[in-house]
C-alpha cells in the first residue's frame, strides 16, 4: 500500500495537473505556483506524445529530466532519508548515495508517468507568510471511483528558487517512510551495503524499463 502511496505521489508533481482546476499562472516564483506550472507543463506534453503515452521509457526519462529534476533536492531528500546515519558516511559515500537515491526516485517516478489516466488536482490555498523560507503546498488528487489523496508538497527557498525536499501522502512523509528501511540496511550491511542493494534496485527497474 505504501509503495502504491509513493508512486502516486510521485506522478503528482507533473502528471496531474488540468488546467481549468486552478487559475492559470505561468509562476515559479512562489511555490504554489511552481506547482502549477510544473504539472501544466508536463501534463501538455504527456497529452500530445504519444510515445510517453505508449510507456517509450527513452522520452519520459527525458522529460523528467528537463522538467522535473531541477525543482528537487536530492542532496537534501537524501539526508532526511538516511537520518542520523548521514554523518557517519564519507565525502564519496555520501555522493554514491544521492547518486543511487535520485535515481531510485527518477526511476520510479519516470514509471508513473506512464501511468496517467485523467485524475485531476485541486492545490489548495498557500499558507505562508511572504518571507517564509519553507512551505507546505497541499493538494488533493481526485479520481473517478476512488477516494480522494491529499498529497503535500514541503518545499525550501534557499536562495536559489523553491526545491521540494519532502512529498507527504496522507500525512505520511516519502523520506520518513524510506529512513525506516534504509536504516535496516545499515544496520545488517553498513552503509556500502545499503548503496549496494539501491544499486540493485535501480538495476531492476532499468531492466524492467527496457534498458534504458
Known amino acids: ?39 501544466d507543463d508536463v501534463l501538455a506534453i504527456i497529452r500530445s506524445d504519444k510515445a510517453i503515452q505508449s510507456g517509450d521509457m527513452r522520452k519520459v526519462l527525458a ?3 528537463e522538467k522535473v529534476l531541477p525543482h528537487f533536492d536530492f542532496r537534501r531528500m537524501t539526508m532526511l532519508a538516511i537520518g542520523r546515519d548521514w554523518r557517519s558516511a564519507s565525502p564519496d559515500q555520501q555522493t554514491r548515495l544521492v547518486a543511487a537515491f535520485r535515481l531510485l526516485l527518477v526511476r520510479t517516478y519516470a514509471n508513473s508517468l506512464t501511468q496517467y489516466r485523467d485524475q485531476t488536482i485541486d492545490i489548495k490555498p498557500l499558507r505562508a507568510g511572504p518571507t517564509d523560507k519553507q512551505v507546505r503546498v497541499s493538494t488533493e488528487i481526485r479520481q473517478s471511483g476512488a477516494q480522494p489523496i491529499n498529497i503535500d508538497y514541503v518545499l525550501e527557498n534557499s536562495g536559489e528558487g523553491w526545491k521540494v525536499f ?27 551495503g545499503l548503496i549496494a542493494s539501491i544499486e540493485t534496485k535501480n538495476k531492476t527497474l532499468e531492466t524492467e524499463q527496457g534498458g534504458k
Open 1 to 39: 500500500m505504501m509503495k502504491q502511496s509513493i508512486v502516486r505521489c510521485l506522478l503528482v508533481l507533473t502528471a496531474l495537473f488540468v488546467p481549468g482546476v486552478c487559475a492559470a499562472a505561468n509562476d515559479t516564483q512562489t511555490p504554489d505556483g511552481l506547482v502549477r506550472t510544473v504539472t
Open 166 to 192: 519532502d512529498v507527504l501522502v496522507a500525512g505520511v512523509s516519502l523520506v520518513t517512510n524510506y529512513r525506516g528501511s534504509f536504516g535496516d540496511e545499515i544496520r545488517a550491511k553498513g552503509i556500502d
Open 63 to 65: 522529460l523528467v529530466d
